[in-house]
């Protein structure tokens, strides 16, 4: 019985030691990792496609927003 005991408490011993040892640093679940921000300045092809897309649908709407605009005017001038 005495013989477990001391295997015990120096078990105990052994895990309060590591648990000391352990930098709280490595428990830490997010790490910062240093990175450039500088591809958040490049313009990418999707990019220029997706603003160039987006003028030209635009343009069309106000194309088509205006034909149904003059075609409603010469119906009422003319009707």
Known sequence: MNRFGQTLKIKIAEIQRARKRRN?????????????????????????LAVAGIALFAKLLMMAALSVQSSA???????
């Open 73 to 79: 005017s010469y119906i009422v001038i003319y009707g």
């Open 24 to 48: 709280p640093k490595k428990d830490q679940l997010f790490v910062e990792v240093p990175e450039s921000r500088s591809f958040l300045d490049t313009a990418t092809l999707l990019m220029v």
